[in-house]
């Protein structure tokens, strides 16, 4: 069981949960009903992609150091999940939306319901910077003691 000795991965692991319960919690209020599909899905308040990755990052460096190699690799890689967050995949569930409209009117209900294109695939970037608060967070909080 070495595994629950690896303390960047347990920050890591927090964070994504932390991040997810978060997200149900906002989206229930909001909607004023329960939506359990929120705990695994992509996108919303905060991102748990940018949670995840900032708290390796973070982790590894109270750990190696922020001055290490490791702390170096895991900080670029968080920074590319959260621009592609952010950017790429943002982008793909706008456009995914327009696509949705546009056929709207060609299928019927049941094939529109299976034909769909995922809309909500990437984050805002308050979504993506909620994330990052949450996900350096944890480890300094967990290092701290």
Not at 70 to 76: D, M, N, R, T, V
Not at 119 to 137: C, R, S
Request: proline share 4%; net charge neutral; with cysteine.
């Amino acid at each position: 069981m070495d595994i629950l000795k690896n303390t960047p991965l347990l920050c890591a692991a927090l964070a994504w949960i932390t991040a997810q319960l978060l997200k149900f919690i906002i989206v229930n209020i909001r909607e004023r009903r329960i939506n359990l599909l929120v705990l695994i899905q992509a996108g919303g308040m905060p991102s748990s992609h940018s949670a995840t990755v900032s708290a390796l990052a973070t982790a590894i460096g109270f750990q190696r150091g922020f001055a290490s190699p490791e702390f170096a690799i895991a900080a670029i890689l968080a920074f590319i999940v959260m621009y592609d967050a952010a950017g790429v995949r943002r982008a793909a569930g706008e456009q995914a939306k327009r696509i949705n409209m546009l056929t709207q009117d060609y299928l019927d209900f049941e094939e529109d319901m299976q034909a769909q294109l995922k809309e909500l695939l990437g984050h805002t970037p308050p979504e993506v910077f909620g994330g990052a608060v949450l996900g350096i967070l944890i480890p300094t909080i967990i290092y701290s003691h």
